[in-house]
């Protein structure tokens, strides 16, 4: 099992990490995740546990302990690949610079599926603008309260926050009526990933593109499942210079069935 333990001062190294999670047997491994550019750490970090048992272990006894002075969160995280959590890192650090690279343009309509606390959907409404407008969907009410607060301070009134269904696929938008979709670190958790990316393509315009993550299922395994979908095919990919994942940014252009 891994581990996420959140919450940890930026001075924290990996031997505090490792004495924390010694009194626990079975950790494999310690590794506080840290920015590409900078070296300095994040604040969290992943412990690689040898049993879900000793896992649960883990999480019992030290869930909201404190290190350094601060209350630590310890919980359950889905298995990541090399590299991804690094990647993941810094493209909230360059969330602007990425999606401009991707494709995403002033006066755009953008859809952020899964869209968490917002820091693509943020980035998405400052390039596209007061003509363009960003849908922010998320299954969790309070990411979207998180999202509408921010796009609040920021000033933006081009953010529309959208609660979706769990058990649905529907997003509730027109047909061919946004140029850019982003589905960023989201794919793991759905089930019926068929099912979406037909929706997506429904509602994706002709010309537009669809952007994805593909965190904890990497680049291959995604674009299998793309090719078994058939409704859209690979335009490029992306991923920071001098930087190696075992899941790139993937976009893709819409096949059209017409």
């Not at 919450?7 to 920015?35: C, H, Q």
């Not at 291959?220 to 490029?236: A, K, P, Q, V």
Request: aromatic share 6%; charged share 30%.
């Amino acid at each position: 099992m891994q581990l996420f333990v959140g919450g940890l001062s930026n001075d924290t190294t990996e031997d505090e990490l490792s004495g924390l999670f010694s009194e626990i047997d079975g950790v494999e491994s310690v590794t506080i995740v840290r920015d590409l550019s900078t070296g300095r750490s994040r604040g969290f970090g992943m412990v690689r546990m040898a049993s879900d048992a000793k896992g649960e272990e883990a999480i019992k006894k030290l869930n909201g302990t404190t290190v350094d002075g601060r209350q630590i969160m310890v919980t359950r995280m889905p298995e990541t690949l090399p590299g991804e959590m690094e990647f993941r890192e810094w493209l909230r650090e360059h969330a602007d610079e990425v999606l401009k690279i991707v494709g995403v343009r002033r006066g755009y309509t953008i859809l952020d599926y899964g869209c968490g606390p917002g820091t693509f959907t943020i980035a998405s409404a400052r390039i596209a603008g007061e003509q363009g407008r960003v849908y922010a969907l998320d299954v969790r009410q309070r990411a979207l309260e998180r999202v509408g607060e921010e796009a609040k301070n920021e000033g933006f009134k081009n953010i529309v926050t959208m609660l979706a269904d769990s058990s649905r696929m529907d997003v509730g938008l027109e047909d061919e009526s946004v140029d850019a979709i982003l589905v960023y670190d989201v794919m793991h958790d759905i089930d019926d990933k068929g099912r979406l990316l037909e929706e997506l393509h429904r509602v994706l315009r002709r010309d537009g593109f669809l952007s994805i993550f593909p965190m904890h299922m990497g680049d291959e395994r995604m674009l299998e499942i793309m090719d078994e979908s058939g409704r859209f095919r690979l335009r490029d990919s992306y991923d920071p210079p001098g930087h190696k994942t075992a899941s790139k940014i993937l976009n893709f252009e819409k096949i059209l069935t017409e």
